[in-house]
């Protein structure tokens, strides 16, 4: 990190002497994002009554302040970007953890407590070369194999640097090296790791890494056709290669989505090699996990919508094959990766699932209600490779969400989205109900 900093030092530097540029200043951008969030969540047992200490609320408001300058004048020309990010409870179930209440997920704690806020801010140094950019600093990268996860109050943050360019027409070529991440119920950063790994060791033995590297192209190849290739390593633990092609289809008056992505995913380091792991291990024949975990799988998935009238139907299909868990960047605390079945409480990613999924939304711009849309989805994966045989899980997520197109609260928006999770792993049931109020202030 501290090759980083100097880095970005030399960038503000320069920057600093060229702050009257036109473009820097007419080019800039500031904009304050307004988060009110909600969550409750409900745990029960295989005989669907309430576990000890499972009703667990959490309630915050969350303040998002982003500025994104231009660039000075020049072949090489200068940016710079940064973020501002404020939690503040206002109430919840994990005021006093004790010894047997689960921890926050929403908030960071300070010894058996939550905190009644946090804040972190995050700078980015950026340099342009025609239509290439560099970052160095605070990075929210998303692509198919590191995304960041914003599924609560604040967004998870991460920090390194990271080149993209599109110099050739339709394709856009990134790279970029993460040293450590923030999370989003965290005002530190720390190294990296996946959560098969640490699922069962105290955080002082714990294995980590400070170095996940990616690079990938997209290219669109017609109008309706693109296709992309990206590759991850995250050092000690594993590599990843990812294959997508999408394509759009005109049928009748609406249009068929097909997304199809292929995931090759295998071990690459010492970090995988342990007993304390869950359904992560190598396992022999579908039965015994050897001493020595490894990541070998493959993820095969499809799944395509259909859009018509404000109408969209969809189904899809995903197959790990392998002998173990679909991997991704995963401290534990909260986290996203690219799959189609990542959704609002479970990924279904365990070693051999195979799971399939139906989704329906509607757009009520079609009836007058224009910033009013509604979705349902319900996902069943089976055949979930354990110990006492092969187990499945099932999911069902409604989302409900309203924007103000128009008027003097123009972007203010509510959303309510409710999940069921059922696991025949762990023999229990999860509800949730997770409520947001949002308001995006441009600024200048």
């Not at 995304?147 to 080149?163: H, V």
């Amino acid at each position: 990190m501290n090759k980083l900093i100097f880095i970005a030092a030399i960038t503000f530097a320069v920057i600093a002497q060229q702050v009257n540029s036109a473009e820097f200043i007419e080019d800039s951008q500031a904009t304050l994002s307004l988060r009110n969030f909600y969550i409750n969540t409900n745990n029960y047992n295989s005989s669907l009554t309430l576990n000890s200490h499972s009703k667990n609320f959490e309630w915050g408001q969350g303040l998002d302040l982003r500025f994104m300058s231009g660039f000075t004048q020049g072949t090489l020309q200068f940016g710079i970007d940064a973020i501002g990010l404020y939690g503040l409870r206002l109430n919840s179930s994990h005021i006093n953890y004790g010894s047997t209440k689960s921890r926050s997920t929403v908030f960071p704690s300070n010894g058996n407590q939550a905190v009644n806020d946090f804040s972190s801010l995050g700078v980015t140094g950026k340099i342009k070369i025609s239509k290439t950019v560099a970052k160095i600093g605070t990075l929210q990268p998303n692509n198919p194999v590191i995304k960041i996860n914003d599924g609560r109050l604040l967004p998870q943050t991460f920090q390194g640097s990271e080149i993209m360019s599109n110099e050739i027409t339709n394709l856009t070529l990134t790279a970029g090296q993460i040293e450590s991440v923030k999370g989003r119920n965290s005002s530190n950063n720390e190294n990296l790791s996946v959560i098969s790994v640490n699922k069962n060791l105290h955080y002082n033995t714990a294995k980590f890494s400070n170095k996940f590297y990616y690079a990938g192209a997209y290219y669109k190849i017609t109008k309706d056709l693109t296709a992309s290739y990206y590759f991850g390593e995250l050092k000690k633990f594993y590599s990843q290669n990812f294959l997508g092609v999408v394509h759009n289809l005109a049928i009748g008056s609406g249009v068929l989505k097909s997304d199809l992505r292929y995931y090759r995913s295998r071990d690459n380091g010492a970090y995988t090699n342990t007993v304390n792991c869950y359904t992560s291990c190598y396992y022999t024949d579908g039965a015994k996990p050897v001493t020595n975990s490894k990541v070998d799988n493959d993820l095969y998935s499809y799944l395509g919508v259909y859009s018509m009238s404000g109408h969209t139907f969809g189904g899809g299909y995903q197959y790990i094959n392998g002998s173990s868990d679909f991997m991704w960047l995963n401290q534990g605390d909260g986290s996203s990766n690219s799959t189609t079945t990542d959704m609002q409480i479970q990924k279904f990613a365990s070693a051999g699932e195979r799971t399939w999924q139906v989704r329906y939304a509607y757009d009520f711009a079609k009836v007058g209600v224009h910033g009013m849309t509604a979705s349902i989805v319900y996902l069943k994966g089976t055949s979930i490779q354990m110990l006492a045989g092969n187990k499945s899980e099932w999911e069902r997520d409604i989302i409900i969400t309203y924007v103000i197109p128009n008027g003097p609260l123009k972007n203010f928006g509510v959303a309510w989205k409710n999940a069921m999770w059922h696991s025949g792993v762990a023999g229990h049931t999860q509800g949730e109900n997770r409520v947001t109020a949002s308001y995006s202030v441009p600024l200048f």
